[in-house]
Structures are given as C-alpha cells and as structure tokens.
C-alpha cells in the first residue's frame, strides 16, 4: 500500500513540474530589435531573390526604417483602431515601394510570388480543419 502511495505522489510531483515547465515556455519571447528583424528579412530576400551587396544594404535600410516606424507606431497608439491600422498599412506600401525601387523586374515578380505564396498559407492555416467524417 504505501508502495503506491510513493509512486501517486512522485507521478503528482513531476507532473506539477510539466505543467509550470510548460507554463513558463508559453511566455511570450522578448521582442526583436528593428535592427535584428531587417537582418533577418533582409537574409531571407538575400536568399530567395539572389539580391546584389549593394541591393542587400539597401533593403536592409528599408526594412529597419519601416521596423523602427512601425515600433514607433506600436509605442504611440492613437485611441482610433482604424488610424493605427490606416498608419501600419502606409507604411508597409511605402515599403514595399522603395523595395520595388531597388529590385529588378525578375526579383520584383519573385517577391510578388513569395508574397502571395505566404498569404494563402496563412489563409489555409487559418480556416479550421474540415472533419471528413461529418
């Protein structure tokens, strides 16, 4: 008898450990400087779009003025929903058209895709799972 009641308590025991272990990992992760996240988009286009030195030190700078704009925004919110959300869509378009400017016709086609590419994968993650049973 007291053979089992060791083995509840020690099951009880790591199980509270799992649950605040798991806990404490949902906590979100600090947030990206600007300029770490224009390094990373910035190695992603590098990548996907074969992208110049000079091409990549460009986008670069795009990237982190729009990361530093859109900080800025997120630090200074207006009460209107509809403005920050006006203000946040500026300045991706503004983005992407000084990306625009730097990139060649082909790279310009490459990223269109890549974008649409990424949107319906979010679109596809977002609608719930059908259940083939029902």
Partial sequence: MSMKKLILILSLVSGTFMIASAQ?????????SPEQRAAHITKA???????TADQAQQVNTI???RATRIDSLKNNLSVDKRLNHLTA???????KQQLFAVLSPDQQKQFQ???QMRKQRHLAEKQPATNPGS
């Fill in 113 to 115: 895709d890549w974008q």
């Fill in 45 to 51: 286009l590098q990548k996907r779009l074969n992208l």
């Fill in 24 to 32: 404490t990992s949902a906590l979100p992760v600090t947030q990206k």
């Fill in 63 to 65: 990237y982190f003025n």
């Fill in 89 to 95: 869509h500026t300045i991706a378009l503004q983005s």
